[in-house]
């Protein structure tokens, strides 16, 4: 069982940028891949960006590419999505998630565990 929390959501200006992370508790976190993923009212649920468990490898939407990075720190136990340039089109919950197998980064099906969300508001 792995727990995630995440942090360090809140209210920022366009152009603006904030830091997300998602500490985990429970079995190992080293051994699980990370994503994140974000939902706005009444959308779907959208995939924002997985990293491996080494933090070797990453993949982005293309609507955040250039712009969010993902990376973990496995001594801490905790993932981190940093935001910049962002957009008011980024305004939703944003999820971290943790899969033990492989499978799509992109299906939030293929995630075993998940954080209760936190909010990211983005002005215009």
């Known amino acids: 069982q792995v727990q995630l929390v995440e942090s360090g959501g809140g209210l920022v200006q366009a152009g603006g940028s904030l830091r997300l992370s998602c500490a985990a508790s429970?079995?190992?976190?080293?051994?699980?891949?990370m994503g994140w993923f974000r939902q706005a009212p009444g959308k779907e649920r959208e995939f924002v960006g997985a990293?491996?468990?080494?933090?070797?490898?990453?993949n982005y939407a293309d609507s955040v590419k250039g712009r969010f990075t993902i990376s973990r720190d496995n001594a801490k136990n905790t993932g981190y999505l940093q935001m910049n340039s962002l957009k008011s089109e980024d305004t939703a919950v944003y999820y971290c998630?943790?899969?033990?197998?492989?499978?799509?980064?992109?299906?939030?099906?293929?995630?075993?565990?998940w954080g209760q969300g936190t909010q990211v508001t983005v002005s215009s």
């Open positions: 998630c943790a899969k033990r197998l492989g499978g799509s980064d992109t299906s939030p099906t293929q995630y075993d565990y």
């Open positions: 429970g079995r190992t976190f080293s051994s699980y891949s």
């Open positions: 990293i491996n468990w080494s933090g070797g490898r990453t």
